[in-house]
Structures are given as structure tokens and as C-alpha cells.
């Protein structure tokens, strides 16, 4: 029999006011049953032998208002089954709340801090948990980032005893979706892998260059021979067939939008910049290497 286990992590940023839940475990696409998330409400973690039910309810409580304590003492009170569930919970007010009912396997527990409620359940032991939240509370930098260094550091510690198979991070903020439609920030799941929570990792940097706001120094203006490089860059790669002539002209500016749009750069580079994020102007640059071979 395979008992749905997993550890997980979650926690709120009240700076950014941003909530996120991460997630690893031996067991199919763990990212689609474990991690819930509303932005301003909270974020839940609903695992060992999974009432699913918990996450939509538990963000409804504490979008009316109830702390994530009491969120979770009345999700238990309405399941008879509530010895076999394993539950974190964090509001948006930076309440923290974890239960592992008596029915789960071990070693099976949790444990919160400031902001935050890390647990789990058939682990290699304690220290498993131990580790994430230690690891969380040391860690500087965006929530995803510290969320991500907390499982791998469970992960180093054991994880979960029977091995690897899935691992999920969400992340939430107001307008934090793509176009500012939705709240789902970033949403990255590994649902079959031999070291899942290692290509997470992976994900999460490949997703950091398409959709991370760049940082003021690493915006560099089009001109002279940086824009020189770029028409150059983009007439090898099919963008653009006008001269190397660094003029901030018409066919360069519509090469450069076709660029930024056919490479999905849009969240991170507006259509119509005349600069270049950094990263991406590497990024053009190793795609223009493999293309010349």
C-alpha cells in the first residue's frame, strides 16, 4: 500500500505580502493534491491521507477573517477522519498553525515559527523538519527562495524515508499572475523525477530569468556598441535584416519586440523597451553561439 506522505513548508511574507507552500514527496504529481494558496488570505498544506477539502476551505475561513489556528481547529472538528490528516496552515497575517493527527506514520510532526509551519510525515525522522525551519529562518531573500532552500535542506536531511518522487512550489500575491490577471505568482511542479526537488530548484532559476523583474544596474541602455551587438545578435538569429549600424531606428525596434515576444521575455522586458536586462542579453547571446554551432 502507498501511503500519501510528503513534507512540506508553509509561509507567509508580510513584507511582499506574498504566501507559498513547497512541497516534496514519494508520491505521483504531489504539487496537484498538497499546496493551496490565496493571495491576502493564506496558504495551506493539506497531506497524509489527503482531505483535499481542507485547502478551498481553509482559505475561505481566512479570507472572512478566522486566524489560521482557528482556520484549522475547524477544519479537524468537521472530519471524523481528522487523526489521519496532516495540516499546515499560515494567514496573511503571518499566524502560524500545524496538527499530525495520531493516525499518521511515522515519524510524523511539525513545527511553526514566525510566520511559518513546516511538517511532515513517514520521514527519515525529526530532523527532516528540524532542518526546514531552521533553514527558513536563516535564509535571506524572496519567499520562494527561502521556501525552496528549506525543502532541500529536508530533503539533505533525509526527506521522506521511502525516497523521491514529486515536488511543488506556489507562491501567491495580489496581481501576481502573468499579466497581473491572477494571484499565482509563480507555480512549478516536478510530478515525476529521480531528485525532484533538485529540478525544482532548476525550474525556479529558469523561471526567475523569464519572469523576475530585473534589478535597476542590470538595465542596459540600447546604444553604441551594446546596440551595435544586438543587431548584429538578432540578423544571426532571423530577427533582423537591416545593417549593423547601432541606430535605434524602426527595423530595429520591431526586430527587437519580435525578439523579446518570440523568446517570452514580455513579463520581464516591455515590448517597447529601448534597454536590455543583462541576464537576457546573455541569454541572446549563448542562443546565438548554439545557433551558429
Not at 514527496?25 to 489527503?50: C, D, E, H, I, N
Amino acid at each position: 500500500m502507498m501511503y500519501p506522505s510528503t513534507y512540506s513548508i508553509v509561509a507567509v511574507d508580510l513584507a511582499n505580502g506574498e504566501l507559498g507552500v513547497a512541497v516534496a514527496s514519494k508520491f505521483l504529481a504531489v504539487g496537484a493534491v498538497v499546496p493551496w494558496a490565496r493571495a491576502g488570505a493564506g496558504a495551506v498544506a493539506t497531506q497524509s491521507y489527503a482531505n483535499v477539502s481542507y485547502g478551498p476551505r481553509g482559505l475561505d475561513l481566512m479570507a472572512a477573517g478566522v486566524s489560521a489556528q482557528e482556520a484549522l481547529e475547524q477544519l479537524l472538528a468537521d472530519d471524523p477522519d481528522r487523526e489521519l490528516r496532516q495540516v499546515g496552515i499560515v494567514d496573511g497575517r503571518g499566524g502560524a498553525a500545524t496538527f499530525t493527527g495520531s493516525g499518521c506514520h511515522a515519524w510524523a510532526g511539525g513545527r511553526t515559527g514566525p510566520g511559518y509551519a513546516a511538517q511532515g510525515n513517514i520521514l527519515a525522522g525529526p530532523e527532516v523538519v528540524d532542518a526546514m525551519a531552521e533553514t527558513f529562518e536563516s535564509t535571506q531573500g524572496p519567499l520562494a527562495a527561502r521556501l525552496l532552500a528549506a525543502l532541500a535542506a529536508g530533503d539533505r536531511a533525509g526527506g521522506d524515508r521511502r525516497g523521491r518522487q514529486s515536488a511543488a512550489l506556489l507562491v501567491v500575491k495580489e496581481r501576481g499572475g502573468y499579466g497581473g490577471y491572477t494571484d499565482r505568482f509563480i507555480d512549478l511542479r516536478v510530478d515525476d523525477h529521480v531528485d525532484p526537488v533538485g529540478e525544482l530548484q532548476r525550474l525556479y532559476e529558469i523561471w526567475r530569468l523569464y519572469f523576475e523583474k530585473p534589478a535597476p544596474e542590470d538595465r542596459l541602455p540600447l546604444e553604441g556598441a551594446l546596440l551595435v551587438e544586438l543587431q548584429e545578435l538578432m540578423h544571426l538569429l532571423g530577427y533582423y535584416q537591416g545593417p549593423a549600424h547601432g541606430q535605434w531606428d524602426e527595423a530595429t525596434r520591431q526586430a527587437y519586440a519580435t525578439l523579446i515576444g518570440n523568446e517570452n521575455f514580455e513579463e520581464r522586458i516591455p515590448l517597447d523597451a529601448d534597454w536590455i536586462d543583462r541576464n537576457v542579453l546573455e541569454y541572446v547571446r549563448d542562443l546565438a553561439r548554439r545557433r551558429q554551432g
